[in-house]
């Protein structure tokens, strides 16, 4: 058993944690399916990412004309993303609200996002590998 001088120092440094804001998701279109994203899912994703500080986009598929293809949940993309991607349907939009500790932290990314920035991406999910789009009649 721990005494109150090890477990009291213990939970005060867990405490910034337990007030940690996580990934806010907006649900942007209502989108029903029978296979939604899972950890591990290969999957095809166009986005718009803004500063949540003044609304700057610094990056968006949509300019490029396609969507990033990565596997979700496996650490390719910044926490916000693996976590706030998971159980979407093809065609769905959301809005993802990240603050620094799920996006690049105390790191700088170049001159467009600056160290400890809260990130807005707008996603589309546009595919998921091995996965067909359902039609209402399928479902």
């Not at 610094?58 to 159980?87: C, H, Q």
């Amino acid at each position: 058993m721990l005494s109150k001088s090890t477990l009291l120092p213990l939970l005060f440094s867990l405490l910034p944690l337990a007030f940690a804001a996580g990934v806010e998701t907006e649900y942007l279109n209502n989108v029903e399916c029978t296979r939604k994203t899972q950890k591990g899912d290969k999957i095809d994703v166009h986005y718009r990412g803004t500063l949540a500080s003044n609304g700057k986009e610094f990056d968006a598929s949509y300019n490029r004309g396609t969507p990033l293809t990565f596997t979700v949940g496996n650490g390719m993309v910044i926490k916000g993303w693996d976590e706030g991607l998971l159980d979407m349907c093809i065609g769905e939009k959301r809005k993802l609200t990240i603050p620094p500790e799920f996006g690049y932290g105390d790191r700088a990314m170049g001159d467009m996002i600056p160290a400890g920035s809260t990130l807005i991406f707008e996603t589309e999910l546009m595919g998921i590998a091995g996965v067909q789009k359902e039609t209402k009649d399928e479902l």
